[in-house]
C-alpha cells in the first residue's frame, strides 16, 4: 500500500504497479503501437515511392514519431491514464496526488519513453522501477506521475468500526435529515482510514467532522465522549435507521385492491311509452369491527434521546 498523503492529512488506498506488471503492460501497448507503425509503413511505402530520398527519409521519422510517440500520449490524455495494455493489466497512471493525469504528465512521460524503453529496449527503465521504492521509472520521475494496480485482488470496502457498547441506542432520537450525502461520506472515510492517521491530526479531524455533524443536528454531543467515538455511535444510528426502513418496506402487505363499480342497469320502457326505471337497492355502507372494550392499545415507550432540544 502507498503511504502517499493528501493535503487533508488523508492516506491514499494506492497500490504502486510493481515492475512485472507493467512490464507485460508496455509489452502489450508496443505489440499494438508496433504493428500499427509497420501497417502505416507500408502504406506510405506504395504511396511515397515516386519521392526522392530525403522526403522518403522524413517522410518515415515523421510517421514513427507520430505513431510510437504521439499516438500512446494521446491515448494516455484522452483516457486518463489508461491505455490498452494497462487496462488489460488492470493498471492506470495518476499524479503523485491521486488525481487523474493531463496532457503534460502524458507528453513528459512519452518522451522520456522514447529514451527508457525504445532507446535502451527498456534497460533504463528495468533499473529504474527496480530501484524506486513505488516502482517508477524516470518519465513517472520527471511527469510527477504513478502507475498504480486498480483491480486489487480481494479488495473490498472498509466497514466502519463499531462504537463502543455504553453508546449503543443513545442517539436514537436525534434528527439526521439534514445533514447532506457529502459530509456522510467525510465522516465514512475518516472512520475507515483514522488508525491510518498521525493521532494529532486524527484528533484534529474527527473534532472537526463532530462540530459539523452537530451543527447540522442541531443537538449537542453529551459531554465525556470522544470526537471518534460519536462519529461511530452517529453512523451505526444511521445505518440502522436505513436497515430498519428497508425491512419496513419489504415486509409491508400490499394494499388492497379498490372494489369495482356497479354497472349502470339501462331503464326499460314498457308499451305505454313511459319508462320505468328499475329498483335499486340502497347501498349499505360496511360496519367497522368493534374491538372488545377490554382489550386496549398498547403503545410503545418513546425512548429519550439524551439531547437538550436546541435553542
Same mark, same amino acid.
Given at each position: 500500500m502507498s503511504d502517499l498523503v493528501t493535503g487533508d492529512a488523508v492516506v491514499l488506498g494506492l497500490r504502486p504497479a510493481r515492475l512485472p506488471? =507493467?512490464?507485460?503492460?508496455?509489452?502489450?501497448?508496443?505489440?499494438?503501437? %508496433?504493428? /500499427?507503425?509497420?501497417?502505416?509503413?507500408?502504406?506510405?511505402?506504395?504511396?511515397?515511392?515516386? $519521392?526522392?530520398?530525403?522526403?522518403?527519409?522524413?517522410?518515415?521519422?515523421?510517421?514513427?514519431?507520430? %505513431?510510437?510517440?504521439?499516438?500512446?500520449?494521446?491515448?494516455?490524455?484522452?483516457?486518463?491514464g489508461r491505455s490498452l495494455g494497462k487496462l488489460a493489466c488492470g493498471l492506470r497512471v495518476v499524479r503523485d496526488d491521486g488525481g487523474p493525469i493531463r496532457f503534460r504528465h502524458a507528453l513528459v512521460r512519452g518522451a522520456m519513453g522514447v529514451v527508457e524503453l525504445l532507446g535502451t529496449f527498456g534497460a533504463v527503465a528495468c533499473i529504474a522501477s527496480l530501484v524506486s521504492a513505488r516502482g517508477r521509472r524516470l518519465g513517472d520521475?520527471? +511527469? /510527477?506521475?504513478?502507475?498504480?494496480?486498480?483491480? &486489487?485482488?480481494?479488495?473490498?470496502? $472498509?466497514? %466502519?468500526?463499531?462504537?463502543?457498547?455504553?453508546?449503543?441506542?443513545?442517539f436514537a432520537g436525534l434528527d439526521l435529515s439534514a445533514v447532506p450525502d457529502g459530509l456522510w461520506l467525510a465522516i465514512r472515510q475518516y472512520l475507515t482510514r483514522m488508525n491510518q492517521l498521525d493521532p494529532? &491530526?486524527?484528533?484534529? $479531524?474527527?473534532?472537526?467532522?463532530?462540530?459539523?455533524?452537530?451543527? =447540522?443536528?442541531?443537538?449537542?454531543?453529551?459531554a465525556g465522549v470522544p470526537a471518534a467515538a460519536f462519529l461511530m455511535a452517529v453512523v451505526h444510528e444511521r445505518q440502522s435507521?436505513?436497515?430498519?426502513?428497508?425491512?419496513?418496506?419489504?415486509? +409491508?402487505?400490499?394494499?388492497?385492491?379498490? +372494489?369495482?363499480?356497479?354497472?349502470? %342497469?339501462?331503464a326499460s320502457v314498457p308499451y305505454g311509452g313511459m319508462p320505468v326505471l328499475p329498483a335499486v337497492a340502497p347501498? &349499505?355502507?360496511?360496519?367497522?369491527?368493534v374491538a372488545p372494550a377490554h382489550v386496549a392499545a398498547v403503545q410503545p415507550p418513546a425512548r429519550g434521546t439524551g439531547f437538550a432540544p436546541p435553542a
Open positions: 506488471s =507493467r512490464a507485460l503492460a508496455v509489452l502489450l501497448d508496443l505489440l499494438v503501437y %508496433v504493428t /500499427g507503425y509497420l501497417l502505416v509503413s507500408l502504406g506510405l511505402t506504395f504511396a511515397i515511392a515516386s $519521392m526522392d530520398t530525403a522526403a522518403r527519409a522524413a517522410v518515415q521519422v515523421g510517421s514513427f514519431v507520430l %505513431v510510437l510517440v504521439g499516438v500512446p500520449i494521446a491515448v494516455e490524455t484522452l483516457s486518463h520521475v520527471f +511527469a /510527477g506521475a504513478l502507475v498504480i494496480r486498480e483491480r &486489487v485482488p480481494g479488495a473490498r470496502v $472498509m466497514p %466502519v468500526p463499531p462504537p463502543p457498547p455504553w453508546l449503543a441506542g443513545r494529532q &491530526v486524527g484528533a484534529a $479531524m474527527a473534532a472537526r467532522l463532530a462540530d459539523d455533524l452537530v451543527a =447540522r443536528t442541531g443537538a449537542p454531543a453529551p435507521r436505513d436497515a430498519a426502513r428497508a425491512f419496513t418496506r419489504t415486509a +409491508a402487505a400490499p394494499a388492497p385492491a379498490p +372494489a369495482p363499480a356497479p354497472a349502470s %342497469v339501462p347501498a &349499505v355502507a360496511p360496519v367497522a369491527p
